[in-house]
C-alpha cells in the first residue's frame, strides 16, 4: 500500500529553467510534508516542509505547494542548477496528529539539470 | 555544530553472522528513526525510539532485528544471522523534542551480505 506516491521516476530541466516534482498521497492523515534531495551514497538531506495548515512555503530558489483537497504537493525549483541534479524524496508524517512522526517516503525523482 | 552521525559506513557480513549499525543522535536531539532502503526503492520505516524506550517498531521484521537506544551512547541496530535480502542501506534520521518535526539523516550504512 502506497500512500505516498512520485509518479515520474526521472526528470530533465535545461539549466535556468523551472524544476517541477510531483507527489501525491492518500492519508488524509498526513499531517506534515518534507521534500528530501539524495546523491548517490550520502543520506537524504532536508530541503523544505510544509505543514497540512498552509499551501505554500518558499525557500530561496524552492517552494512547495500544497493542495489538500487533491492529495497533491509539488517542489518548484527555479531557476535550476547543475548542482541541483540529484534524487528527491518526498515524505509525509502524520506526527501532529497524535502518531509518532514516522515518515512515509515517495520512491523518488531522479532530477538532472543539464547545462 | 555536527549532524547526524552513523558508523561503520559500510559493513560486510557473510550469511548467518550479525550486523550492529551504530548512530549517534544530531546534539539536542532525543528521537531517533531507522530507515531502510533497498535497492532502487524508497526509504522504508523501520522503528522510532527514544532514550531507553521503544516507541513504534511497526515497520520491523518480526524475527533477527532488534533496536536500541540506551541512556547512555548510540542507538543500535542489531541485525542477527544476516541473509543476503538484509543487503540495503541503514538511514538514522533524528529531531528535537517534540514530535512533527523535521528529521535529520545521517550519511548511512550500507550494508552487503556476501
Known amino acids: 500500500d502506497q500512500q505516498v506516491k512520485q509518479n515520474s521516476p526521472s526528470l530533465s530541466v535545461q539549466e535556468g529553467r523551472i524544476s517541477i516534482l510531483n507527489c501525491d498521497y492518500t492519508n488524509s492523515m498526513f499531517d506534515y510534508f518534507l521534500w528530501y534531495k539524495k546523491y548517490p551514497a550520502e543520506g537524504p538531506t532536508f530541503l523544505i516542509s510544509i505543514s497540512s495548515i498552509k499551501d505554500k512555503n518558499e525557500d530561496g530558489r524552492f517552494t512547495v505547494f500544497l493542495n489538500k483537497s487533491a492529495k497533491h504537493l509539488s517542489l518548484h525549483i527555479v531557476p535550476s542548477q547543475p548542482g541541483d541534479s540529484a534524487v528527491y524524496f518526498c515524505a509525509a508524517s502524520a506526527g501532529r496528529s497524535g502518531n509518532t512522526g514516522k515518515l512515509i517516503f515517495g520512491q523518488g525523482t531522479t532530477l538532472q539539470v543539464k547545462p | 555544530n555536527a549532524g547526524v552521525m552513523q558508523n561503520p559506513r559500510h559493513l560486510v557480513r557473510r550469511r548467518g553472522q550479525e550486523a550492529r549499525l551504530r548512530c549517534s543522535p544530531m546534539k539536542g536531539h532525543s528521537h531517533v528513526y531507522w530507515y531502510r532502503q533497498l535497492p532502487e526503492e524508497g526509504l522504508k520505516f523501520m522503528v522510532y525510539?527514544?532514550?531507553?524506550?521503544?516507541?513504534?517498531e511497526s515497520g520491523m521484521p518480526k524475527e533477527r532485528f532488534s533496536a536500541e537506544f540506551p541512556k547512555e551512547g548510540p542507538s543500535i541496530l542489531r541485525i542477527q544471522q544476516v541473509v543476503r535480502g538484509d543487503s540495503a542501506a541503514y538511514f538514522c534520521a533524528s529531531s528535537p523534542q517534540s514530535l512533527g518535526e523535521t528529521q535529520y539523516f545521517g550519511p548511512g550504512t550500507r550494508l552487503l551480505v556476501l
Open positions: 525510539l527514544q532514550k531507553e524506550n521503544i516507541i513504534d
